[in-house]
């Protein structure tokens, strides 16, 4: 089975802080995604990698930043975070067309 | 940028009533997938149609493409407590490796 894990369920952080959101997943796929979700809004990308150090950005990739240093592992940055990226984060990966896989989430406040 | 619309945004059903969500575009789709998210879970894949008219089954889902390939449907019969969730259909681009969600339909169902 593909598994797609995150560094941490539930996260608090204050306003201005670095926040640094990590993905890895065990199948060599080679996409890989943020998304937020938010009440009415569905998932919404931010940005997405399709192989090692190459990204893209998605439809809200303002206040945000990645990285992909490795084939297993995306990062999401946060620079510095603000009261309007509290939100539930999830990551997935997919191999090209086919479907999404997606981790357990983060869900994240911003104080 | 493209837009997937979905509807209804919620429905209430009483257990044993069908279920009906939609997913509506002005562009051609280009493939749709459908993805289930249970309450406190993450969305995970149920199916994805590619051709015009396309129609599949899985037990007591029936999920449609349609003709124009503007629309899809994703039908419930005789809904149960465990159909209870987020429905999601999202459409592939066109190079095929980023999807456009829809806003989901969050079914509810009363035993």
């Known amino acids: 089975d593909v598994k797609v894990t995150q560094s941490s369920r539930y996260l608090v952080k204050r306003t201005g802080e670095k926040v640094f959101l990590e993905c890895v997943q065990d199948m060599d796929h080679e996409n890989m995604f943020w998304y937020r979700q938010d009440p009415g809004l569905g998932l919404r990308l931010i940005y997405f990698s399709y192989d090692v150090k190459m990204k893209e950005k998605g439809d809200i990739p303002e206040g945000y930043s990645v990285s992909r240093e490795k084939k297993e592992r995306f990062s999401l940055i946060l620079e510095s975070a603000s009261t309007n990226q509290t939100s539930m984060y999830l990551c997935?990966?997919?191999?090209?067309?086919?479907?999404?896989?997606f981790g357990p989430g983060t869900r994240l406040t911003v104080t | 940028g493209q837009q997937v619309m979905q509807i209804p945004q919620y429905q209430h059903v009483q257990e044993g009533e069908d279920f009906t969500t939609y997913c509506n575009s002005s562009?051609?789709?280009?493939?749709i997938q459908w993805y289930k998210q249970r309450p406190g879970g993450h969305p995970v894949f149920l199916i994805q149609l590619v051709k015009s008219g396309e129609v599949k089954k899985q037990k007591r889902l029936t999920f449609q493409f349609g003709e124009a390939k503007k629309n899809s449907s994703l039908h419930i019969t005789a809904t149960q407590t465990t159909d209870v969730g987020t429905y999601f259909c999202a459409d592939h681009n066109n190079a095929g490796n980023m999807l456009t969600f829809g806003g989901g339909t969050r079914l509810m169902v009363k035993p």
């Open positions: 997935a990966s997919s191999l090209s067309e086919y479907e999404q896989y």
């Open positions: 562009t051609t789709l280009s493939n």
